[in-house]
């Protein structure tokens, strides 16, 4: 039977407060004069990861919890204005948020508030058996309470993937989305062996595609055993923001997968798509269309 979703976009979802400051680290001062102004808008990295394959054209169902609050409207208002199919389970402790200090470089440091979620939140059951059976893929993030969905996912029998973002390969929470996934993500930047830490996930896990972004450095991409350097893609424009490029690589290497590529031509879609996020600011919601890659 045809499925009628490419991709099932499993939690990521909240607002960011974006916050242009001189330097990164910040030092300590009893104030600060923010000239580009301090600007609220819905995009974590599941949402970024559901734009990034909209703006491909892959047909993408959104799954995550959701608070009835301003923040939570922002983030229908973007789903909507894109096009993005959205099933938002009611929080009634609000929507996720996060600070986000943003370096004239670019380079960004988040401020996750950890109070808009609880422990015993879970998915629908029969919400998410319906809606991975009607899908391709499923691509998993590190929310909560996204773990606990990875049994029944695999039930379904749905290919998965997922993005362990700065893992150190050791915190333990990481491990159950990088033994479960078929294509695993990660930077490089916490780790002091990447290919250990690849092959490590690739022996212990199901994974037979583990990739390691390490920014201008390119990324390191591990296939069926084989490890290739993949080079970053030169950015269309000055790069001013290089918050959602993950999401963005992540995003583009589903496209090309799904569109029967071979994993190194994937992954050079997803240098590309990095590259061109790292040029849209954060207060802006685009990311890299097929003509981008192409």
């Known amino acids: 039977m045809p499925k009628e979703i490419d991709v099932l976009v499993l939690g990521g979802v909240g607002v960011d407060t974006i916050v242009h400051v001189p330097e990164l ?8 004069m923010i000239d580009q102004g301090i600007r609220t808008r819905a995009g974590q990295t599941g949402d970024f990861v559901a734009l ?30 894109h096009g993005i199919a959205l099933t938002a389970v009611p929080q009634p402790l609000g929507t996720k948020r ?40 499923a691509h998993v993030s590190l929310t909560q309470p996204c773990a606990d969905a990875l049994p029944v996912l695999r039930e379904t029998g749905v290919t ?6 700065d893992w150190d390969g050791e915190n333990p929470y990481h491990e159950s989305f990088a033994y479960a996934a078929d294509i695993v993500f990660l930077s490089a930047a916490a780790l002091t062996d990447p290919e ?20 201008a450095a390119g990324a390191r991409l591990l296939a069926d055993g084989e490890l290739t350097h993949v080079p970053a893609a030169v950015p269309p424009a000055p790069v001013v923001d290089s918050n959602g490029a993950g999401d963005a690589f992540a995003a583009a290497f589903l496209y090309g997968r799904l ?15 990095g590259a061109y996020a790292c040029t849209i600011p954060a207060t802006e919601s685009a990311a890299a269309t097929r003509d981008t890659l192409r």
């Open 196 to 215: 250990a830490t690849m092959r490590r996930i690739a022996d212990r896990g199901r994974a037979r595609i583990v990739v390691a972004t390490a920014g």
């Open 98 to 137: 996060a600070v986000n200090l943003v370096g004239p470089d670019g380079r960004r440091l988040s401020l996750y508030d950890t109070s808009r979620a609880h422990p015993g939140d879970r998915f629908p059951e029969d919400t998410l058996r319906l809606l991975a059976g009607a899908s391709r893929h």
């Open 52 to 81: 990034g394959l909209t703006a491909l054209g892959l047909r993408t169902h959104h799954l995550d919890f959701l608070g009835d609050d301003p923040e939570g409207d922002l983030v229908r208002a973007l789903h909507d204005k």
């Open 25 to 32: 680290p910040l030092p300590y001062a009893d104030s600060y």
């Open 160 to 165: 998965l993937s997922t993005d362990l973002h």
């Open 259 to 273: 569109g029967g590529e071979p994993p190194l031509r994937c992954a050079e879609f997803g240098a590309k798509a």
